[in-house]
């Protein structure tokens, strides 16, 4: 058994991840103590690798807890993409450094960039990224944004914190007041207009991981203030249940 101290020293993520995981159902501890610290085994630590692979292919947490809960998760083709992604990184790197100490040596003006070319591990990334996005609502995500720019994204992440922030304007009163319900309602409809379709049972889920802490939180805390990722999820999980 291990800490979570123990197990940031050995994989660098922080403590603070690492409890924000368990929050979120993500990664719990093997045991806790009787003062109710996290204890983490090797099933818990195997979770932990698994959880990492699909951090660096850029999936949503919501979608990695997905993913490794079900009950047709290939522990073994998710090990065998990860040491290919992990080899293909360290070509990249060795690249990297060979070209580095060339131009250490011999001082070259009009350099060869070819070694910051990334594509071979993107285009990696990329495929192995649509052999685990099995879910409707993955593959839904992937047909809205396909065709976006970056500006594209920027504008919808901003148009996404611009109703988070109106909440924080509400946030000392009564989550379940109208005006709240009615922001609500828009994050639903956002989501689903330039995301997925958000149902009220993912939105129930969505609400809990806004609260949880970690970096959902202090970016809608950021542009609403503080507290009003709890004022939204309360507000959230309002909506859901009286439907």
Not at 61 to 86: G, M, V, W, Y
Not at 99 to 126: C, P, S
């Amino acid at each position: 058994m291990m800490t979570v101290k123990q197990v940031s020293q050995l994989t660098g993520v922080s403590v603070r991840t690492l409890q924000y995981y368990d929050r979120i159902g993500l990664l719990p501890p093997g045991e806790r103590t009787e003062a109710g610290y996290r204890l983490y085994d090797d099933t818990a630590l195997e979770r932990l690798q698994q959880i990492l692979l699909f951090r660096e292919l850029e999936f949503p947490l919501s979608h990695i807890k997905e993913i490794l809960d079900s009950p047709d998760f290939d522990r073994k083709k998710a090990l065998e993409q990860q040491i290919t992604l992990l080899e293909l990184k360290r070509e990249h790197i060795d690249d990297l450094i060979t070209f580095a100490r060339g131009i250490k040596m011999i001082g070259v003006k009009a350099v060869d960039l070819t070694a910051f070319n990334k594509t071979k591990l993107e285009e990696y990334a990329r495929r192995a990224k649509e052999e685990w996005g099995g879910t409707k609502e993955y593959q839904e995500m992937l047909r809205k944004s396909k065709d976006r720019t970056p500006d594209d994204d920027q504008q919808i992440a901003q148009g996404f914190m611009e109703i988070f922030a109106k909440l924080g304007q509400l946030r000392s009163g009564d989550p379940g007041d109208p005006q709240a319900q009615e922001l609500v309602k828009d994050v639903q409809d956002y989501i689903t207009e330039n995301m997925y379709t958000c149902t009220d049972q993912i939105l129930a889920g969505l609400g809990k991981m806004y609260a949880a802490g970690g970096e959902i939180s202090d970016n809608i805390d950021k542009v609403g203030g503080t507290s009003t990722a709890e004022f939204t999820a309360r507000a959230i999980e309002i909506y859901c249940s009286g439907k």
